[in-house]
């Protein structure tokens, strides 16, 4: 926020950058609430390879960034609106990158020369996570030459960037014409980071004590709770990573267990002992997640759901960018797949017991131990009629309860990295096979079926 504020910074990007779990989207979203409480944020773009809308697609970056941009400032969104009205195809993915953040983004804020005197901020999160490392270079030099011409209210833009600290990425930032504007910021383990992450730690515990649901268990506990020795423990093994304890947290504070047993479940782990030449910042999480997944009652059927749910979510990623999809007749092409959408996502652990040949409830019961890594939404029906369906999902849109997510990308890249998760790997390409086996099984008898009976069959 000083260098935001800082009228005399040279530099004109700031770029964020870390390992994985570091808090890079977190501070993100944290900059973009503080910047859009003081009128100073234009636009954002979260990237994201997980989540569903294509996210993860640079075609989608400086057409956001427009619309967002011509909310914020309406004398340079009276100018798009007349660019775009005179070349809709600018907003299509079919156009160069260089082209839109040009016709888009650029000549409109040259044109604005009377604007308030106040920063203005684009932030640009997870770059790592676009897809394709060359156009992920393509950004970085694109943002480059924004400056290199500035005029008019351009001249006040400043961009916020985070990645990990993938090499083309750091070679971008630090080329010629970009490393004179360019700020970059280690997220790393330092003591700053590590005192962070105690009073994180503090206030996370003095929650879970403060809970009614654990009241009852903890009454009679001696304070302070935990010790002094195990939170020092707990700080030593984040390595300055916030993912660590936000995981930690959400294990202890389970209403289902008692905290101090989960907590010393965590505080019976071996330590990690990694010679100063050959760090793992990684190793701490990953027993921590090995020591969560134990829990589970059956182990490879609860590998089996996730690496169902990975390989959906991915699916549904790679369809949603598709053109042709065929959808029912009775709804418009957006609306339906929108529906669609929505519908994947709330079944979605349904449609992976049925595919497993599972009965109803066991996705549930497979994950019931691992809260803290995946969210789980409750039960839900859904009407079959195609009317009573749109009407029930506009009700629910915005219920978080009802998403299944996981909540760290950490947690999936541990799972399919076999020197991580070890006896906990999940093969990707079996999850795939099995999966493929069983959809020719389902059209199999999908065909014996009346016609009307197959679209809601698939789904419901």
């Not at 393509?138 to 001249?155: C, E, M, P």
């Not at 930032?173 to 490393?179: G, N, T, V, W």
């Not at 790393?188 to 105690?198: F, H, K, L, V």
Request: some cysteine.
């Amino acid at each position: 926020m000083s260098w935001i504020e800082d009228p005399s910074r040279t530099s004109r990007i700031l770029w964020f950058h870390g390992p994985a779990g570091a808090g890079k989207t977190a501070i993100a979203q944290t900059l973009c609430k503080r910047c859009a409480a003081n009128e100073w944020l234009v636009g954002s773009f979260f990237f994201s390879r997980i989540a569903a809308l294509a996210r993860n697609d640079p075609s989608r970056l400086f057409p956001t960034i427009a619309y967002q941009l011509s909310h914020a400032i309406p004398a340079v969104g009276e100018i798009i609106y007349e660019v775009v009205a005179k070349d809709p195809s600018l907003v299509s993915k079919s156009k160069a990158l260089k082209i839109q953040l040009q016709k888009l983004i650029v000549e409109p804020m040259q044109r604005v020369l009377d604007l308030p005197d106040k920063p203005v901020v684009i932030i640009i999160d997870g770059l790592d996570e676009c897809e394709e490392e060359g156009k992920q270079d393509h950004i970085i030099q694109l943002l480059g030459n924004v400056f290199q011409h500035a005029t008019g209210a351009l001249s006040r833009i400043c961009f916020i960037v985070t990645s990990r600290p993938e090499p083309w990425i750091h070679n971008g930032f630090h080329m010629e014409a970009l490393s004179p504007i360019t700020r970059p910021l280690f997220l790393g383990q330092n003591n700053e980071a590590n005192d962070d992450i105690r009073t994180f730690l503090d206030e996370g515990f003095i929650d879970i004590r403060n809970n009614t649901d654990h009241q009852p268990t903890m009454w009679d506990f001696e304070m302070p709770w935990p010790s002094d020795r195990v939170l020092d423990l707990l700080v030593e093994n984040a390595s300055g990573q916030f993912i660590y304890p936000a995981t930690v947290l959400k294990f202890v504070g389970d209403p289902n267990y008692r905290p101090n047993e989960r907590l010393d479940i965590i505080t019976s782990l071996p330590t990690i002992v990694s010679w100063p030449s050959t760090p793992q910042p990684l190793a701490a999480l990953d027993r921590l997640y090995s020591q969560i997944l134990e829990t589970a009652c059956d182990k490879q059927r609860t590998r089996g759901i996730l690496g169902a749910l990975m390989a959906t979510q991915s699916a549904l990623m790679i369809m949603q960018g598709e053109s042709g999809v065929h959808l029912p007749s009775w709804t418009s092409q957006e609306e339906g797949w929108l529906n669609f959408i929505r519908i994947f996502r709330l079944e979605s652990l349904g449609i992976v017991e049925k595919l497993l040949g599972l009965r109803p409830g066991d996705g549930t019961l497979a994950l019931r131990t691992i809260h803290s890594l995946v969210h789980v939404p409750r039960r839900v029906l859904i009407p079959k009629t195609p009317d009573a369906d749109l009407l029930y999902l506009e009700k629910i849109e915005n219920t978080s309860l009802n998403e299944l997510w996981f909540h760290h990308k950490s947690f999936i890249d541990y799972l399919i990295d076999p020197s991580r998760s070890l006896e906990h790997y999940i093969d990707m390409h079996q999850i795939h096979t099995q999966l493929a086996l069983a959809c020719l099984d389902a059209m199999e008898s999908f065909s014996l079926q009346p016609t009307s009976r197959i679209a809601c069959g698939m789904f419901f």
